[in-house]
């Protein structure tokens, strides 16, 4: 279930949808013109979240590859119609992660506008 009902839901979705490999839960909560920056083992990443859906739709879920993957929410920062969360996760693809979401609410949904990302080996 596709849960977008505060911003924290919406990032504890985007948590599972990754934990599975839910390229279309993940597609449903990325507002349509997200954008996504961030490096990737040193390498400079710029542009939208569709690199992102073919990684996870080609790449084993840990649910599949049995990764302990884990993800903390350290730290959020909301208003009524804007969030920004910081997302830490571990094991995912081999790699950890420090994640900075910007969230906006749309109607009744929050939708992710914005990831800046890191990845560290662990």
Known sequence: MIDQSSATATINTYVECCRQGNVEGLQQIFHQQAT?????????????????????????????????????????????QTA?????????????????????KTGDKWFIVSKLFQSEQP
């Open 84 to 104: 920004t969360v910081l997302l830490k996760e571990s094991s995912y693809w081999g790699m950890n992660f420090t994640n900075s979401f910007q969230l906006i």
């Open 36 to 80: 996504m920056y961030g490096y990737l083992n040193g390498e400079l990443m710029l542009g939208t979240p569709e690199v992102f859906y073919q990684a996870v739709s080609t790449a084993p879920s840990p649910v599949v590859s049995g990764e302990p993957y884990h993800a903390k929410l350290s730290c959020v920062e909301a208003t009524d």
